[in-house]
């Protein structure tokens, strides 16, 4: 495993997405590159979540620094610092557990200032009650200033209940325009319409995803805002935000559940265009490796556990239900790209992507997007869903899956229901 420490002065980057280590801004970091064994290599690269291609290429400078690793896999001597044979990276920005060393920085304390004592002597003030008597005593002869007083209290007393009914009405106010904003908190109280712009069942689902994402979420970068390593503390590039955190995925579901456009969604929520647009993105790339690092692959056993009768009866053996599905996008300027990503199927130009169910209908297996002249068959073997079958597994599918050839050496076969033929 090759696992070498670089020393001070090298500028290695880290090529762990969100992850800004950097040899020469951090030399108390250690740096180690990808292993050459193929298993182990393939490891490292599926726990990064980096796919080799045209935008990431494996070199002898990708690197991956130590703050993505447990402290049970380095392995330090006092020539250098190495790996644990078959460590793999698993701490990353996108985890709640992840926390960003700081330097700690030692700050000049102020001298103290000296306390003067105050001594309160009580026997003297005891032992002259005349003399206090004396100088309290205020005489209020005069019948005008007492007549002047009472008035000035009972207008203090008016101008005190006056304000407090314009703070309630302020305060009414505020809910009312809080309410007719449009926003979560807007719909709170109504299940129909938050499944409507969501697609949560209800309020109390919507909520409890958004507490499971906001500890990362709070500290994910942006085009405008730095993480954070506090949830209450905001550090702003550019101008402060404006807008609660709840309602920027509000706004990322109401693009994606709705399809609302992002002028409308600039008018809903008062902002400008390129605003909504940048916490789209922002937000959709935060949740694909949030949402991504979940296994939702079903094992036998629960397979087993959750068959439905007609399925134990005909197909038993039956693990995923596959089917292929493209998304229309728009022509990409370049005409190599844009000849990939015709589909002659769609007669446009799409991304194709596989998705799988298991039997009782839990979404089990959803694959990386390809161009859209990708042939099914082609797609399924790309995505890795042949590598999560095991001996005696089955695949459902349509009858444009031809994937004889392709599960020829393995012991795992595909069924094809039968298809009614047309009359008439």
Not at 27 to 34: A, D, G, I, M, Q
Not at 380 to 400: C, F, R, V, Y
């Amino acid at each position: 495993m090759a696992a070498s420490r670089e020393g001070q002065g090298h500028d290695k980057h880290c090529c762990v997405p969100f992850c800004t280590g950097n040899g020469r801004l951090n030399p108390e970091l250690s740096f180690h590159r990808l292993p050459k064994a193929p298993e182990n290599r393939k490891a490292w690269i599926q726990a990064i979540r980096r796919d080799p291609g045209p935008l990431f290429t494996i070199s002898e400078q990708t690197v991956v620094c130590s703050r993505n690793f447990k402290s049970s896999d380095i392995k330090w001597t006092p020539v250098r610092t190495t790996l644990k044979p078959g460590s793999v990276p698993s701490v990353f920005p996108w985890k709640a557990d992840f926390n960003i060393r700081r330097q700690i920085e030692k700050h000049p304390i102020a001298e103290k200032r000296q306390k003067h004592e105050i001594n309160v002597h009580v026997d003297d003030i005891s032992n002259r009650p005349e003399e206090m008597d004396s100088t309290a005593s205020v005489s209020y002869d005069d019948g005008s200033a007492l007549d002047d007083m009472q008035r000035s209290m009972e207008r203090i007393e008016d101008l005190e209940c006056l304000l407090q009914k314009k703070d309630e009405e302020i305060k009414n106010l505020k809910q009312k325009m809080e309410i007719e904003r449009f926003g979560v908190q807007r719909f709170s109280n109504d299940d129909s319409m938050i499944q409507f712009y969501t697609g949560f069942g209800s309020m109390a689902m919507f909520s409890a995803f958004f507490e499971y994402v906001k500890p990362t979420a709070t500290c994910m970068n942006s085009y405008y805002y730095k993480s954070c390593d506090k949830p209450n503390q905001q550090i702003t590039v550019g101008k402060q935000r404006n807008m609660l955190l709840i309602d920027e995925l509000f706004i990322f579901l109401c693009r994606l559940k709705c399809g609302l456009m992002a002028q409308d969604l600039a008018v809903r929520f008062n902002c400008h265009v390129s605003t909504v647009s940048r916490k789209i993105i922002t937000w959709a790339n935060f949740l694909y490796f949030i949402l991504g690092s979940i296994n939702i692959w079903c094992s036998k056993e629960q397979i087993k556990e959750k068959i439905p009768p007609s399925f134990k009866l005909s197909y038993p053996s039956t693990r995923v239900i596959i089917d292929c599905t493209e998304i229309k996008t728009e022509r990409p300027s370049s005409l190599a790209l844009g000849s990939k990503c015709y589909s002659t199927y769609k007669s446009s130009h799409t991304w194709k992507g596989l998705v799988g169910i298991a039997p009782h209908g839990a979404l089990s297996f959803v694959s990386s997007s390809y161009t859209g002249c990708m042939s099914d068959v082609e797609v399924t073997k790309l995505s890795g869903l042949i590598d999560l079958l095991e001996e005696g597994d089955s695949i459902m599918a349509d009858k444009g899956f031809v994937l004889n050839k392709v599960l020829e050496n393995t012991s795992i076969s595909i069924n094809t229901p039968p298809f009614l033929s047309s009359q008439g």
